[in-house]
Nanobody
Framework: QVQLVESGGGFVQAGGSLRLSCAAS????????MGWFRQVLGKEREFVAG????????YYADSVKGRFTISGDNAKDTVYLQMNSLKPEDTAVYYC?????????????????WGQGTQVTVSS
């Protein structure tokens, strides 16, 4: 089993920054790939960014490229999402996710484990 706990959400004005953290525990091979999704009430959960520990690769949704950065700290078993130049349309509940393998898929059904989510609200 894998447990994921997010933190760092909050309220920020447009143009501001936030850093989300996801502390992971459980079987290491089951969480070789980690990522972030977000969801607005009434809409589908969408991919934001992903990180493969073994390949040290990252992948981003076009909507956040150049503004968000995903990174990981192996020693702390923690993945971060640094969000800069935030826009009101970034407002959502952000979820940490994990999966086995090396690929970083954008479809939510291909991810195995999920955190409880953390709210990010960006005001205009």
């Amino acid at each position: 089993q894998v447990q994921l706990v997010e933190s760092g959400g909050g309220f920020v004005q447009a143009g501001g920054s936030l850093r989300l953290s996801c502390a992971a525990s459980g079987r290491t091979f089951s969480r070789n790939v980690m990522g972030w999704f977000r969801q607005v009430l009434g809409k589908e959960r969408e991919f934001v960014a992903g990180l493969s520990w073994s390949g040290s690769t990252t992948y981003y949704a076009d909507s956040v490229k150049g503004r968000f950065t995903i990174s990981g700290d192996n020693a702390k078993d923690t993945v971060y999402l640094q969000m800069n130049s935030l826009k009101p349309e970034d407002t959502a509940v952000y979820y940490c996710a994990a999966k086995t393998g090396n690929m970083i898929p954008t479809f939510r059904t291909m991810w195995n484990y999920w955190g409880q989510g953390t709210q990010v609200t960006v005001s205009s």
